[in-house]
C-alpha cells in the first residue's frame, strides 16, 4: 500500500473516531496511532456476539459426545499454540 492511500485509510478512520494519533516523544516526524474507546467497544462488542453465536450453535447443533471430542480438540490446539 502505498503512504498516500494509507492516508487516506487514516484519515477516514480518525474522522468516524476509531483510531486517534500523538507525535513520537523519541521521533516527532512519526505519529502513534491508537485504537480510541469507540473502537475498542465496536471491537468487543463484535467479539461478544461471534461468541455467543458459536456457543449458541455448538450447544443447539453438537451432541454431548461431539462437545466433548470438540473440548479435546481445543486442548490439544491450545498445546501446539502454547509450545
Known amino acids: 500500500m ?3 492511500s494509507m492516508s487516506a485509510v487514516v484519515a ?3 474522522e468516524a473516531d476509531l483510531v486517534s494519533g ?3 516523544p523519541s521521533d516527532g ?3 502513534l496511532m491508537s485504537l ?3 473502537c475498542l467497544k465496536r471491537l468487543q462488542e463484535g467479539r461478544a456476539a461471534r461468541q455467543d453465536w458459536l456457543t449458541t450453535t455448538i450447544s443447539q ?3 454431548a459426545q461431539e462437545q466433548e471430542k470438540l473440548q479435546g480438540a481445543l486442548e490439544l490446539l491450545t498445546r501446539l499454540v502454547e509450545e
Open 12 to 14: 477516514s478512520l480518525q
Open 2 to 4: 502505498r503512504p498516500q
Open 22 to 24: 500523538a507525535s513520537d
Open 36 to 38: 480510541t474507546p469507540k
Open 61 to 63: 447443533k453438537l451432541s
Open 29 to 31: 516526524r512519526q505519529t
